[in-house]
């Protein structure tokens, strides 16, 4: 497998690293509901394209709280693989996961998790350590640090290693990659609506008053203009 090769839901696996709220309070690099936001983004982009998903917590009843509702309802028939080291690679349960994964050619694993300078860092770098044929995809958007400095130079740190930065919705639309794929078409506009903003207003707008498409919602009659006397 090659860095040159784009991502495909062929090639693709996921893994969501402590996405729990106590993680989410000491971020400070990005704004925590847009970070919620693109996580589930995220998710629901994985869903529609069946790419394998791992999802780890770090001391749950301990200190972290319970993953983020949002992400747990896109997949709520997935396990959730409980840790006490802040580094997922420590954990033989994530490895296995991961493992199964990649024995069917998903080698390129795609990462988003909390924080981006610990378990980020750590988990990056020894996996690319211990099986270099795996490709980290570090989705930089839907990760956040305790401060932008330990984000950015995190995130610095992981490029120089070999990991490839992305964004979510970079992700999102390499998965689809042609329009043409129709079985896919839907469920990725209608994502994009959802989660990401002035891309998904535009949609919006192109369907309604380009296409001439109906209102995605029924809403009561437009009154007016009444100008006041």
Not at 29 to 43: E, F, H, P, W, Y
Not at 160 to 177: C, H, K, M, N
Not at 184 to 189: C, H, I, L, N, R
């Amino acid at each position: 497998m090659s860095k040159l090769e784009v991502l495909t839901p062929a090639n693709s696996q996921l893994i969501f690293i402590d996405q729990q709220p106590q993680m989410a309070f000491g971020v400070q690099s990005i704004d925590r509901q847009t970070l919620k936001n693109n996580v589930v983004g995220l998710a629901k982009a994985a869903k529609i394209f069946g790419i394998p998903t791992t999802i780890t917590t770090v001391e749950t009843e301990s200190f972290s709280g319970n993953t983020f509702p949002e992400l747990l309802a896109v997949y709520p028939e997935n396990d959730i693989l409980e840790r006490s080291s802040m580094n997922s690679w420590d954990d033989q349960n994530v490895r296995d996961a991961l493992a199964k994964n990649a024995a069917t050619g998903r080698k390129k694993i795609v990462v988003a998790g909390l924080w981006t300078e610990v378990c980020n860092t750590t988990f990056a770098l020894s996996a690319l350590r211990d099986v270099p044929d795996y490709e980290i995809y570090m989705v930089a958007d839907a990760s956040g640090g305790t401060s932008s400095d330990a984000h950015k130079y995190a995130m610095d740190r992981m490029v120089q290693a070999g990991v490839i930065p992305v964004t979510w919705q970079q992700v999102l639309l390499e998965w689809q990659r042609d329009w043409a794929r129709r079985e896919t078409y839907d469920a990725v506009t209608t994502l994009v609506k959802e989660h990401s903003g002035a891309y998904g207003m535009g949609i919006d707008y192109a369907y309604t008053h380009v296409h001439k498409a109906p209102e995605r919602v029924t809403h009561g009659k437009r009154i007016g203009p009444n100008p006041a006397k």
